[in-house]
């Protein structure tokens, strides 16, 4: 496709049920970025793909979220046991993979813990 | 921990006016990034400054990297209501990790 794309845009959840976030980055790119972002502040970083592997995933909160990319394309991000404070729109982003590369961000999956 | 700071977090001007808001780091950077942000909408990358003392521009939208890479600017003249978003700054973390640290962002809006 011509961009990020994620899905679902929206999802209303109870609070300790298991979520599952996918991402599909623009086709190429290798780098693959989750970010969360809470209203009023800036997208705060989860995790980072170059690949199948996670290059860095100093930003998850917990051992409930976890993150995947089996073929170095789509990404699932997955939350389990989800808590009111989950509640945020995720972000997902690809970039080439080269130093110093731009994101590209999809429209985001709005999550939302009742 | 690494911060980006921005300053400041909200922005009211008149349509017409000129206004420059500003990033500051804790750290030395190897470049940094500026990002904008429709209301409901994603953060779309506007520019990248690498060179100490760099300035691009961008039609109204002038971007400036101070000269020790410690802070940036963002200056917008006769600001238009398409103006309208928040504007971040992203910085790269140390250590060689790719991940880009986000700024809270300055909420910019206009009076028409």
């Known amino acids: 496709g011509a961009g990020v794309s994620q899905t679902p845009s929206n999802k209303v959840t109870e609070k300790g049920k298991y979520v599952e976030l996918r991402c599909d980055p623009i086709?190429?790119?290798?780098?693959l970025y989750w970010y969360r972002q809470s209203l009023g502040q800036g997208p705060e970083f989860l995790i980072y793909?170059?690949?199948?592997?996670?290059?860095?995933d100093s930003g998850l909160p917990n051992d409930r979220f976890f993150a995947v990319r089996p073929e170095g394309s789509v990404s699932t991000l997955k939350i389990q046991r989800t808590e009111r404070g989950d509640s945020a729109v995720y972000l997902c982003?690809?970039?080439?993979?080269?130093?110093?590369?731009?994101?590209?961000f999809g429209n985001g999956t709005r999550l939302t813990v009742t | 921990g690494q911060q980006v700071m921005q300053i400041p977090q909200y922005q009211h001007v008149q349509e017409g006016e000129d206004f420059t808001t500003y990033c500051n780091s804790s750290?030395?950077?190897?470049?940094i990034q500026w990002y904008k942000q429709r209301p409901g909408g994603h953060p779309v990358f506007l520019i990248q400054?690498?060179?100490?003392?760099e300035v691009k521009k961008q039609k109204r939208l002038t971007f400036q990297f101070g000269e020790a890479k410690k802070n940036s600017s963002l200056h917008i003249t006769a600001t238009q209501t398409t103006d309208v978003g928040t504007y971040f700054c992203?910085?790269?973390?140390?250590?060689?990790?790719?991940?880009?640290?986000f700024g809270k962002g300055m909420k910019l809006t206009v009076n028409p």
């Open positions: 982003a690809s970039s080439p993979g080269t130093a110093y590369s731009p994101l590209h």
């Open positions: 086709s190429g790119h290798t780098a």
């Open positions: 793909f170059q690949g199948t592997g996670a290059a860095d």
């Open positions: 750290t030395t950077l190897s470049n």
């Open positions: 400054l690498v060179k100490s003392g």
């Open positions: 992203a910085e790269p973390t140390q250590g060689g990790s790719e991940k880009l640290v």
